[in-house]
């Protein structure tokens, strides 16, 4: 995610925007170069920037019985990244950069979730718990100093559409800050669940998620299961169905047709989040792989991380990486803020704007910070069973 703050009257008030556009900004070389130690290598290893076959370990069996809206995801080793030469409009028009050098990962088996955790399903667990989230708690005026008492107000960003064509450099043009806006109220005060149960909850900053994990004995999953579910045992392909964005000229991802961001033709059949599993699964049953809401892992944003998982392995394998730690979090585009790991895009993804939901490619998002286009999804491990 990315780095201005909203900021009405003048004054700096609650979130970072860019947070929510979720790596909508692309990483060009210059910036990841401006701080010290952090760097994409010259001499990429040997093996990358290729894809090898995806390789299951033989001996990674689903137990059984499965637990309930879950899939298998079995054990294994494959080319993780992307190398797409495409360049992303709304960062510079640099390439995708941090999601090289295409490097081998091996992670083990786990259970994930088949779909998004949904409306339905989150309201559960505050029904068990009672709990609140980052979006319904009023901030508090020690971490936003200087900002007047009317500022301080329970809510999070929304994407309100343009109504005619707008510059794509400044994203304040269709993102709001919305007083009121939560995981029950998806668009502001005014709106409800009604009619929402089977769409993925959003408004959902990580620590809420961690919560919902931890309450329902899983956990959220790193950013190499996460793209290993993903590809669904397939090799280099750009999408998690394969080479193609539509396929006989129907949409496999609920993301945005039309001229962004005022004009959505919903060719895909929606306009706004779609109920999950609206689209076909992939080959590990998974649905929403691709669109609909970005998905928080359990990873610390580095761009240049790839290359110091590849390093740190001496150019072999690189085994369940879990990423860097807090302290080596960086955004070039935000410095100074720990950033998590998204994946996926959402339906607010584009190639007019945003192409990050191709399956290697990465997002990023300040852990404070939800909006109505990001969710997540859980996974769990055998032993947790």
Request: glycine content about 10%; aromatic content about 10%; hydrophobic content about 40%.
């Amino acid at each position: 995610m990315n780095p201005f703050t909203i900021r009405p009257a003048g004054v700096v008030v609650l979130f970072a925007v860019i947070g929510i556009l979720s790596a909508t900004f692309a990483v060009s070389p210059p910036a990841m170069l401006s701080r010290p130690g952090l760097s994409v290598p010259s001499a990429a290893p040997e093996g990358a920037d290729r894809y090898l076959p995806t390789v299951i370990d033989s001996a990674s069996v689903a137990p059984t019985p499965a637990p309930e809206g879950m899939a298998w995801i079995p054990g294994g080793e494959f080319s993780m990244g992307s190398s797409d030469p495409r360049r992303e409009l709304c960062g510079g028009n640099e390439p995708m950069e941090d999601a090289r050098p295409i490097h081998r990962v091996s992670v083990g088996g786990f259970w994930m979730d088949r779909t998004e955790v949904t409306n339905a399903e989150f309201a559960r667990f505050v029904a068990a718990t009672g709990y609140v989230t980052f979006a319904e708690k009023v901030p508090r005026p020690e971490d936003y100093p200087g900002a007047p008492p009317e500022m301080l107000v329970a809510g999070s960003i929304v994407f309100v559409q343009p109504r005619e064509p707008v510059p794509l450099g400044n994203a304040l043009r269709w993102w709001r800050y919305v007083p009121g806006a939560n995981w029950r109220h998806p668009t502001g005060p005014a709106s409800n669940l009604t009619g929402r149960d089977r769409e993925p909850v959003v408004h959902i900053a990580y620590a809420d998620a961690e919560a919902y994990a931890a309450w329902a004995g899983k956990r959220l999953p790193t950013e190499a299961e996460w793209e290993f579910a993903a590809r669904g045992g397939l090799t280099g392909q750009r999408y998690t169905w394969g080479a193609d964005l539509t396929v006989e000229g129907k949409w496999l991802a609920n993301i945005w047709q039309g001229a962004f961001p005022h004009q959505n033709d919903a060719g895909d059949g929606y306009t706004g989040i779609a109920p999950v599993a609206s689209f076909p699964a992939n080959a590990y049953g998974l649905f929403d792989m691709s669109g609909n809401v970005w998905e928080w892992c359990s990873d610390w944003y580095r761009p240049d991380a790839y290359a110091l998982a590849v390093k740190a392995a001496g150019g072999g394998v690189v085994r369940d990486p879990r990423g860097v730690a807090q302290s080596e979090s960086y955004d070039p585009a935000e410095p100074g803020m720990a950033k998590r790991v998204q994946r996926s895009g959402s339906f607010l993804c584009t190639d007019q704007y945003c192409t990050r939901y191709m399956v290697g490619t990465r997002g990023k998002g300040a852990p404070d910070t939800g909006s109505n286009h990001a969710g997540f999804r859980c996974v769990q491990d055998v032993a947790k069973r």
